[in-house]
Every structure is written in structure tokens, then in C-alpha cells.
């Protein structure tokens, strides 16, 4: 497999493991509102963890975007810089507490695929 | 004397009648040809109506966060920069809009590529039944075309770059309109096999990275919306919202279906494009790729309309 093409396979896997973390967290806040909770200090940090996944995705998303339209242009492309970002913004999401140990999982995914950038960076 | 010119014209004619027979059952079916190309062009809209509908919501989603977000990430998602090249434009830090319109727009090019390479071979299979002078219009016209098709180039798994038409297909297609033979055009429709498959795969990753991603995103936010009423309101409330939990949910299960339909479709393309090869061996060759890639077509436009008539 090609660097462009298994950085590809690497960032929708990366999405699909946010997206089921998402789904997860977010099922546990629906029972916050269903139990009237919303504004308790647990559900309050479980909103603030979604918008931080969510807002992972989106730059992931973004950065597979950017890498897919290189890759349909046969060109190589510039994803370090936006990788070091999503980088901070899960580094971020890791300081939460319950999400440390998903957090942990995602960066150890993500510090493989910063290599893998610098390798498709022009 | 005659009986011997009686027997050599009736020799004559069966020669005749064998030649003409076998020259008829030389002419390639062109059947194949013509539902793979229809069945290209097919999932070619389907794909552009997927993902303008998604740019759609996009952009509204794109308009709330640029309203919310600090002056400086707006400078540096959203201020162009023009250069170096005449007509390059790029923000320091792509926004999820600006980076969907260019991959779009990129993938929409590489399978425009695929469209008319689907329209070239189905001239490429009507070509023996052709005049001389026919044949020598579309040649030229088919060369073009093929040459321009082997400069789109794209990324190849295990690196380098490819084009749906590879540029060693391109000799193999040539040596078929100089030579009719059609091992030449099996070895060119096959030279373009794992290009047309990279294709294929490339636009799955499109379907669940992108589309499939935003209904679940999009569920899950509006789910919570209207969720959050739900559990506040009254009993005569309540069924207002039940109504919409319940309309949020059919038309979820109805886009998941439909995009899956979609990535089934793409997934299909490579064996149908593998059976043209075999399409030139004859008409009693099952072509169940072909079959697939058309049922699967007819499945997806069935998707289109439920989604219509739900809408």
C-alpha cells in the first residue's frame, strides 16, 4: 500500500473510532436530559467532551478531505500542519477525566499517522 | 461441365454463407458496453447529488461556526491567500468547506474521466460493425480522447500515479483500431483494471468519510434537540414531538440505506469493468459483474425515489 493511500485507510479508521466514542458519550448525556441533569457537573463535563470529539471529527474530516483531493490529483499535500492540530485539540480533550484513557488510544493512533504525514508532506 | 460449375457455385455459396455467418458472429455485443457505460454515468449522479446535498448543508453549518469562532481562526480558516501559482488561492488552515468543494470538485473530474472512458469503449465495441470511413473518424476522435484521459492522473496504492486510461493502455487501444484484433483491446481494457478499482475505492472512502459521517453527526445533534423538548413538555407536546423523533428516524434509516446503496454501487464497478474483457469472448459468457453493477444501479435509483416521495 502506498503512503497517500494507507494515510487515507488511517484517517477513516481514526473517524470511525471518534464517531463510536461519539455515539457513546452522547448516549450517556441523552440519559443526563432524560433524568432532568443537564446542568450537574458530570453531565456538563460530558457535553464539553462531546463538543470536543465532535470538533475532532470535523478536523479529521477535513484532513482527509485535503489529503483525498492530493491524492485525486496525484499531487502530494501539506496535512502535518493540520494533523499537529487535531493533535492539540485531543491533547485538550485528554486533560478531561473520564476521557483520558480513550484520549490516550486516539493520540497513540494520531502521533503514528503525524509520522505518516511527514512522509506525504512535499 | 456443368455439373462440375454447378458444384463449384454451390461450394462457392456455402463458402460465402460460412464466411458470412462467421463474420457476423465476430461483431463484439455491444450490450455490455452500453450498460456499463449507462450504469457509470449512473452512479456518476448519484454521487454529484449525494455530495451537493451535503455541500448544502455544509455550508450553513460552515456560516454558524465562522459566526462563532475567534477573529483569529476565522483569519486563518477563512482569508484567502492568492499565489504562487496564477490562479492558487489557499487559506493557512483549511476550513471543512473550503476542503469538501476542492476534493469534490476533483473527485467530479477524475469521474467525468471515467465517463467517457465508459463512452470510448462502447464505441471501441461498435467499432468492427463500422465503414472504413467511420472507422477512421472515430479512431482519430478515440485517440484524442484516450491520450487526454492517460494525463488525468491520480495517486496509486504502493506509489506513483495512475489515470483511469494507464498510458500502457493507451498503445494496446491504438493497436486494436490499427489491427481490429480484439486481444488488443482485452489487454487494454485489462491494463486499466487496478486503476479502475483505486477508482472505486477512492470514492467509497468519499461515501464514508463525508457523507455517511454526516447523517450520523447530524441525527445525533438533532436527536438531542428535539429529545430535550421531549422530556420537558406536556402530554399534548409530547406527541408533536414523538411525530418528529419518529420523522428524524425514518429519514436517517432511509439516507443510511441510500448511501449504502451508493457505496455498493462503487463497489460493484471494478467487477463489471473486468467482465468487458470477457464481453469480447462471446455471448454466452455470464457476465455477472456487469449484472451486479446494473442491479445495483437499479437499487440505488429505487433509493432516489423513495427518498423523493418521502420529501
Given at each position: 500500500m502506498g503512503i497517500h493511500d494507507d494515510f487515507l485507510k488511517k484517517c477513516e479508521a481514526l473517524i470511525q473510532e471518534l464517531d463510536s466514542a461519539a455515539g457513546e458519550l452522547e448516549s450517556r448525556y441523552l440519559d443526563c436530559i432524560a433524568l432532568g441533569r443537564q446542568q450537574e457537573p458530570d453531565c456538563v463535563l460530558l457535553s464539553r467532551q462531546i463538543d470536543g470529539v465532535k470538533r475532532c471529527i470535523r478536523r479529521w474530516q477535513t484532513i482527509h478531505a485535503v489529503a483525498m483531493t492530493a491524492a485525486l490529483q496525484g499531487l502530494k499535500v501539506d496535512v502535518e500542519a493540520a494533523a499537529a492540530r487535531a493533535e492539540d485539540d485531543l491533547r485538550s480533550l485528554k486533560a478531561s477525566r473520564e476521557w483520558a484513557g480513550n484520549a490516550v488510544k486516539f493520540l497513540g493512533m494520531i502521533d503514528e499517522m503525524i509520522g505518516m504525514a511527514a512522509k506525504i508532506v512535499i | 461441365m456443368r455439373g462440375l460449375d454447378r458444384k463449384r457455385g454451390g461450394g462457392m455459396a456455402f463458402f460465402l454463407m460460412l464466411v458470412v455467418s462467421l463474420v457476423g458472429c465476430a461483431k463484439v455485443d455491444s450490450k455490455p458496453f452500453l450498460d456499463f457505460q449507462q450504469a457509470v454515468s449512473a452512479v456518476g449522479t448519484g454521487m454529484e447529488d449525494a455530495s451537493s446535498t451535503l455541500m448544502a448543508k455544509q455550508r450553513e453549518e460552515m456560516i454558524a461556526a465562522c459566526a462563532a469562532a475567534r477573529p483569529a481562526d476565522v483569519k486563518r480558516e477563512f482569508y484567502l491567500v492568492f499565489g504562487p501559482e496564477p490562479y492558487g488561492a489557499k487559506v493557512e488552515s483549511p476550513n471543512y468547506h473550503a476542503a469538501l468543494m476542492r476534493m469534490r470538485a476533483e473527485f467530479a473530474e477524475v469521474n467525468d474521466a471515467l465517463e467517457r472512458y465508459a463512452e470510448a469503449l462502447l464505441r471501441l465495441s461498435e467499432f468492427e460493425g463500422m465503414s472504413d470511413a467511420d472507422q477512421q473518424t472515430v479512431s482519430t476522435e478515440l485517440n484524442g480522447t484516450l491520450n487526454k484521459l492517460s494525463g488525468r492522473l491520480f495517486d496509486a496504492p504502493g506509489g506513483g500515479k495512475v489515470a483511469i486510461v494507464s498510458t500502457l493502455a493507451v498503445p494496446a487501444f491504438n493497436a486494436y483500431l490499427q489491427s481490429r484484433q480484439r486481444v488488443d483491446l482485452k489487454s487494454a481494457i485489462r491494463g486499466n483494471q487496478a486503476n479502475v478499482a483505486v477508482y472505486a475505492d477512492m470514492a467509497v472512502g468519499i461515501i464514508r468519510v463525508h457523507l455517511l459521517q454526516d447523517i450520523k453527526t447530524r441525527y445525533r445533534e438533532e436527536f438531542r434537540k428535539i429529545f430535550s423538548r421531549f422530556a420537558l413538555a406536556d402530554s399534548e407536546a409530547r406527541r408533536l414531538e414523538a411525530e418528529r423523533i419518529i420523522s428524524l428516524d425514518e429519514s436517517t434509516l432511509q439516507a443510511l440505506a441510500l448511501h449504502e446503496a451508493l457505496e455498493r454501487t462503487f463497489r460493484a464497478l471494478p467487477a463489471a469493468h473486468a467482465d468487458l474483457a470477457l464481453a469480447l469472448?462471446?455471448?454466452?459468457?455470464?457476465?455477472v459483474g456487469i449484472l451486479e453493477f446494473w442491479n445495483r444501479v437499479s437499487a440505488l435509483r429505487k433509493r432516489y425515489e423513495e427518498l423523493k416521495d418521502a420529501h
Open positions: - | 469472448d462471446g455471448r454466452d459468457v455470464s457476465l
